[in-house]
T-cell receptor, first 113, second 114 residues
Framework: QKEVEQNSGPLSVPEGAIASLNCTYS??????FFWYRQYSGKSPELIMF??SNGDKEDGRFTAQLNKASQYVSLLIRDSQPSDSATYLC?????????????WGLGTSLAVNP | DGGITQSPKYLFRKEGQNVTLSCEQN?????MYWYRQDPGQGLRLIYY???????QKGDIAEGYSVSREKKESFPLTVTSAQKNPTAFYLC?????????????FGPGTRLTVL
């Protein structure tokens, strides 16, 4: 049973701080890793994706991938109250000859003014 | 503007009725997906289509049906055989269906069984 695990939170950080969201996965063969943000009652929207080990930066967001340790993280610098949402991690893996995508349950982030 | 539209936003169904949820995209994406989201559970794949006139079952296809007659459209029918259909339904699309590329989501349809 392939798994993607996220701490459900809530993770609470003050405005302007760095928020660190973590995701661990069970399949060493996973290739693609996605972070989505979902506001309450809304659909998920893509924040970042990463394929290679290391860091990938986009504005205030940085995705970090460590395939050896099987985790991917999302850092949000200068956190804003508008960042308060649930962050979903999604990971691809092989199931026989088919590639599949598995979703974590999400981490709830609260940024306090 | 390119995007994915879903309708209706809210849908109420009586037990025993079939209902159809609409999903349209103008992103020229080959692949389209239907997910269901329930409180406390991750997104679960119902059906997906990698190309017109072809679709495959996902992890929870029982009680659902789809069609893909046009590239832009991927409607989902929730049949009376679906035992617990109350949920938030999300349609998504991606450039191709290899799951290596990001998926873009529509705004969702919230279905409630009365």
């Amino acid at each position: 049973q392939k798994e993607v695990e996220q701490n459900s939170g809530p993770l609470s950080v003050p405005e302007g701080a760095i928020a660190s969201l973590n995701c661990t996965y069970s399949d060493r063969g996973s290739q693609s890793f996605f972070w989505y943000r979902q506001y309450s009652g809304k659909s998920p929207e893509l924040i970042m994706f990463i394929y290679s080990n290391g860091d990938k930066e986009d504005g205030r967001f940085t995705a970090q991938l460590n395939k050896a340790s099987q985790y991917v993280s999302l850092l949000i610098r200068d956190s804003q109250p508008s960042d308060s949402a649930t962050y979903l991690c999604a990971v691809t893996y092989w199931a026989g000859n088919n590639r599949k995508l598995i979703w974590g349950l999400g981490t709830s982030l609260a940024v306090n003014p | 503007d390119g995007g994915i539209t879903q309708s209706p936003k809210y849908l109420f169904r009586k037990e025993g009725q079939n209902v159809t949820l609409s999903c349209e995209q103008n992103l020229n994406h080959d692949a389209m997906y239907w997910y269901r989201q329930d409180p406390g559970q991750g997104l679960r794949l119902i059906y997906y289509s990698q190309i017109v006139n072809d679709f495959q079952k996902g992890d929870i296809a029982e009680g659902y049906s789809v069609s893909r007659e046009k590239k832009e459209s991927f409607p989902l029918t929730v049949t009376s055989a679906q035992k617990n259909p109350t949920a938030f339904y999300l349609c998504a699309s991606s450039i191709v269906g290899d799951l290596l590329n990001e998926q873009f989501f529509g705004p969702g349809t919230r279905l409630t069984v009365l």
